[in-house]
Structure formats: C-alpha cells, structure tokens
C-alpha cells in the first residue's frame, strides 16, 4: 500500500527561478533563503520518495479566467512548462503518474469533491521551481500528481475546504494498492502582497502563527474567512490554501523537522517548513 | 450582503466577479504575453494590438498610462499585468514602488525593514 511520508510547504516565488539559473544561491541577499534547503535535501536523500503530490496555484500558464477550475487535478503521464512571460527559464518537464492520478480522481469525486480532471496540463513556476529547489541536480527522482488550487479569482475556495480537501487526497493516497513512499507539498505563499497601495505588505506575527498552527492545530485556521485572510496575510498570501491542503494530507501524527523563514525574497516572506508523517493516530477525517 | 467583497482591505482590491467582468479583455491580452512572439507584435504596433483585443477606453487609456493602478482600477488582475509590465523591463518591486509612490529602492529596503 501507499505511505505517505511527509509533507514540504515552499515558497514559489519566479525571480527564484532566475536565481538558480544565475547561480546566486551565495549572494548574500539569496543564501538565507537557498541555505534553508540543506536540511530538505538530506531528509528527501534519506527518505526517497517515489511519487509527489502537489498542492499548488496556477499564474495564467494553463489556466486563464475564462475558464477557471476552483480545483483541478492533473491526471497526464507528461507536464511541460513553458514561457510565462515573466523572464524566467522555461524548465524541464515533470513526469506523471496517471494511474495514481485517476486513483486520487476516483477518491475525491466519491468524496464529493467534484474537481477538474486534466490529461493534458501545462505546470507553472509554482510547481517547476519547488521541484528545482527540492532537487537542485535536476534528477528529479518522483513522478508527480499537481493538484492546482484556484487562489487567483475570488470566490476563492475556504481555509476550511483545503484542509478537507487535503484530507480526502491523504485518504485516497492510502487506500492505492501499490507499494509506494508519496511525498506531499504545498507552495506559495506566505505573506505577500503586490498588487494596490498596499503592495509590499509582510506579517511576519500572523505567517508565524500559520506555520505553528499548521503543525498542531490546522483547525484553528479554518477561522478566517477569505477576505479576513487577505488583510493578514496579504492579496497573495492566500496561496496558503495549498499548504492547508498538503497539511490536510498529512494523515498521521505530525511533527515538524524544519523551518526556514526569510524576508524579504522578492516581495514576499518566504518559508520552508518540512513535517514527518509518523504513524498513530492523527487527526481524524471530518 | 453585497456581492463587492473588496469594501474593506485599505488598498486592496480583491479581484472578485465584478472585476473578473469588467477586467477580461485586458487580462486576456496579457494572457497572450506568455508568447515572445505577441510580446514583439504588442512592442511594434500597440494601437493596434490593443484593439485586436478590444479593450475598453478605460483599459486602453490605463495601459497607455502604464500606471499599474489605472489598470487594476480597469479589472485587470496582477498576475496578467505583471506579464505586461515585464516587457518594459519591470518586475514586481518596480510595480510594487510605482503603486505606493515610492522609489524602488524605498520600496525595497521597506521589504527589507518587514524582516526586522
């Protein structure tokens, strides 16, 4: 049966994309963000995942407002990135799992989450670049399943709904028949915002307050209605949602291996945070 | 209950269905920035790029301004405008300082300053 071994929330920001291909992971403005990655390199060396699934918003690479999944799930054997626009190196493709995909499709729809389901998807910088910082020689050693969370067009999904969303991809990931070690992630975030007068806006109390909710009491956040949300965390800080989903995921006991916490990257607070998925009882299914 | 869910945030505009509505030309036009090849056809005639669009007056007038908040105010969303402001060369402190009135390096150091 499949295990789910843990989960990797990660900052997605593109001008990290230029970064690596710039090699400025010891400037001194990168390396307290790129040094936070010692730690995930040897735990995904030790641990060895072979399948990831991962939480993540697209930026108008595959998805555009005219139709707009709120959940969409990723079911190809191939995804391919390609130019955004922004300046940043297209990147190599990532391989998929689609038999795993479909398992994960069959599992949420039963559990009434009616998502999107997608043989043909485009990935953007908010999967390619966690993957480039989760594996920095490029072996990247998993096949993947995106799962994309609609952060982009309000109504947006609640905190509420992604951790129960999560929760159903954790059931699902454990009920497949093969032997499989599956690695969770969420990107994104945290506090940002680049848009208005109040671009530039950073919460360092309310992201901390996220990151150790998150662990111990992922509930507790389920409080904050969207808009609430925004005005904490900032207009694209509600790419939490994905780190909601991949805590939802996490089925077991949880406990946190890392945190990596800086700002400013670009205009936005980044955070690493690595969580072990051990056995015992976890928080239970709503 | 209004559907408007952006009353609230001090500047801040939630990009809701109103917004998504009035916005949807000049997204869809910077949705076509993710090609270097419309890239170079907006750069060589923009009038007429603009129009093959069909962007409103208000959209057209905001985008000809390259005031970032003129084109929030005319729907567009920041992630789309980003891909325009990124064929001038400018990234999101450069549009971060313009909105707020700063100069980039203001801009930057009260990033910096968030970190303290």
Known sequence: ?286 | MSDDMSDDIPGTTLFDGEQAQKGLALNRMCFSFNSAANRAAFLKDEDAYCQKYGLTDAQRAAVKSRQVLQMIKAGGNVYYLAKLAGIFGLNVQDIGAQQTGMTVEAFKRKLVEAGR
């Open chain 1, 1 to 286: 049966m499949a295990r789910i071994i843990g989960g990797i929330g990660t900052t997605h920001v593109p001008s990290i994309g230029k970064a690596i291909a710039e090699k400025k992971h010891a400037d001194p403005y990168w390396k307290p963000f790129f040094s936070g990655f010692g730690y995930v390199h040897g735990w995904l060396a030790r641990e060895r995942p072979d399948t990831m699934v991962i939480f993540y918003n697209d930026h108008g690479l595959n998805f555009f407002l005219d139709k707009l999944p709120t959940f969409a799930v990723g079911a190809a054997p191939e995804y391919r990135n390609e130019d955004e626009g922004w300046g940043i190196p297209v990147s190599r493709a990532v391989a998929g799992d689609p038999d795993f995909s479909w398992h994960l499709i069959n599992g949420l729809v039963a559990d009434e989450f009616d998502v999107t389901m997608c043989q043909e998807m485009l990935v953007d910088h908010a999967v390619t670049i966690p993957m480039a910082l989760m594996w920095p020689d490029e072996s990247w050693p998993v096949k993947v399943v995106p799962i994309e969370i609609n952060t982009v067009q309000h109504p947006l999904p609640s905190l509420n709904r992604c951790l129960a969303l999560g929760r159903s991809v954790g059931r699902a990931i454990e009920s497949y028949q093969r032997d499989l070690k599956v690695l969770v992630v969420g990107t994104g975030g945290l506090s940002h915002q680049l848009d208005g007068e109040r671009a530039g806006f950073i919460n360092r109390e309310f992201d901390e307050l996220c990151m150790d909710r998150l662990i111990d009491q992922p509930e507790a956040l389920t409080r904050y209605a969207i808009p609430e949300f925004v005005e904490l965390a900032g207009a694209q800080g509600v790419e939490f949602l994905n780190w909601m989903a991949m805590r939802g995921a996490l089925t077991g006991s949880v406990r946190q291996l890392h945190r990596n916490y800086h700002i400013p990257i670009s205009n936005t607070a980044a955070a690493t945070v690595v969580m072990e998925n051990g056995p015992g009882a976890g928080l239970r299914a709503a």
